[in-house]
Nanobody
Framework: QVRLQESGPGLVKPSQTVSLTCTVSGGSITSNGYYWTWIRQPPGKGLEWIGNIGPSGSIDHSPSLKSRASISRDTSKKQFSLQLFSVTPEDTAVYYC???????????WGEGTLVTVSS
């Protein structure tokens, strides 16, 4: 059973950087065929794909966030991380980490963590 757990600050001020970490258990973040993904859902809106990191460390970002988002990993800790720079209140959302299969979509989700951007 794969489990993912997000961690990070619940409240940040505008213009700051949000740093979130996802800790994975029950699976390897270097296994072929899986992409370790960040997704968010603003209040009252739909899911938004932020980006992912593949088994070889390749990274893909949403074009709308590419300049402000950075995804990385620490294989020794079985963690992958998201940094979102220069946040605004529009970045307020529940942030999820997830495992996305190369063919078949997301099969495991973290519980999600609410990040509120407010002064």
């Amino acid at each position: 059973q794969v489990r993912l757990q997000e961690s990070g600050p619940g409240l940040v001020k505008p213009s700051q950087t949000v740093s979130l970490t996802c800790t994975v258990s029950g699976g390897s973040i270097t296994s072929n065929g899986y992409y370790w993904t960040w997704i968010r859902q603003p209040p009252g809106k739909g899911l938004e794909w932020i980006g992912n990191i593949g088994p070889s460390g390749s990274i893909d970002h949403s074009p709308s966030l590419k300049s402000r988002a950075s995804i990385s990993r620490d294989t020794s800790k079985k963690q992958f991380s998201l940094q979102l720079f220069s946040v605004t209140p529009e970045d307020t959302a529940v942030y999820y980490c997830a495992r996305d299969r190369a063919f078949g979509g997301v099969d495991y989700w973290g519980e999600g963590t609410l990040v509120t951007v407010s002064s």
